[in-house]
T-cell receptor, first 111, second 112 residues
Framework: KNEVEQSPQNLTAQEGEFITINCSYS?????LHWLQQHPGGGIVSLFM???GKKKHGRLIATINIQEKHSSLHITASHPRDSAVYIC?????????????FGKGTHLIIQP | DVKVTQSSRYLVKRTGEKVFLECVQD?????MFWYRQDPGLGLRLIYF???????EKGDIPEGYSVSREKKERFSLILESASTNQTSMYLC???????????FGNGTRLTVT
């Protein structure tokens, strides 16, 4: 089974800073997901990617398949970006549910 | 927009009670999932279903059962609640295997 490691576990930054959250995994995958969970519980899917880079607004996700590593970047961070960010991977040949989740990165953006 | 609705945000039950957690999705998704989320452990899959009346065990099915009588509804049942089932429970759905998940807002269950 894939092992998914996220770093850092906790991150506090000032508004406007550039944020990077990292995710590494141990076994080949077909896709990697980045999820966002706000206080209160609901989880939103931000990106699903299998190669290269995706951008949505101030969020950018990259993946390096050879190095088994992905990063989530937030530009011009804002207090509303404060949330837990979760990385999840689907292994090659994974069935209806082959997702393995990281433990999450707790991000706090201070005004 | 896909909506996944969980019937309760907060629930307090006593040890030994039978507990039903309900989840409804409105986008005709094939797959539905129940996860629990605990501090330091991340999301763990309890059960999933890829079709009506079909169910598959996830990583931690012990102490739980599920029911999917209709495509839009997936219920999680705790036959006899125990204190170690105190957790956040999250329901999710997806249209096909390799697609993003759509999550409900979660149910925070406390068993006393």
């Amino acid at each position: 089974k894939n092992e998914v490691e996220q770093s850092p576990q906790n991150l506090t930054a000032q508004e406007g800073e550039f944020i990077t959250i990292n995710c590494s995994y141990s076994v080949g995958i077909s896709a990697l997901h980045w999820l966002q969970q706000h206080p209160g519980g609901g989880i939103v899917s931000l990106f699903m990617l299998s190669s290269g880079k995706k951008k949505h607004g101030r969020l950018i996700a990259t993946i390096n398949i050879q190095e088994k590593h992905s990063s989530l970047h937030i530009t011009a961070s804002h207090p509303r970006d404060s949330a837990v960010y979760i990385c999840a991977v689907r292994e090659l040949g994974g069935g209806a549910d082959g997702l393995t989740f990281g433990k999450g990165t707790h991000l706090i953006i201070q005004p | 927009d896909v909506k996944v609705t969980q019937s309760s945000r907060y629930l307090v039950k006593r040890t030994g009670e039978k507990v039903f957690l309900e989840c409804v999705q409105d986008m005709d998704h094939e797959n539905m999932f129940w996860y629990r989320q605990d501090p330091g452990l991340g999301l763990r899959l309890i059960y999933f279903s890829y079709d009506v009346k079909m169910k598959e065990k996830g990583d931690i099915p012990e102490g739980y059962s599920v029911s999917r009588e209709k495509k839009e509804r997936f219920s999680l049942i705790l036959e006899s609640a125990s204190t170690n089932q105190t957790s956040m429970y999250l329901c999710a759905s997806s249209p096909y295997s390799n697609s993003p998940l759509h999550f409900g807002n979660g149910t925070r269950l406390t068993v006393t």
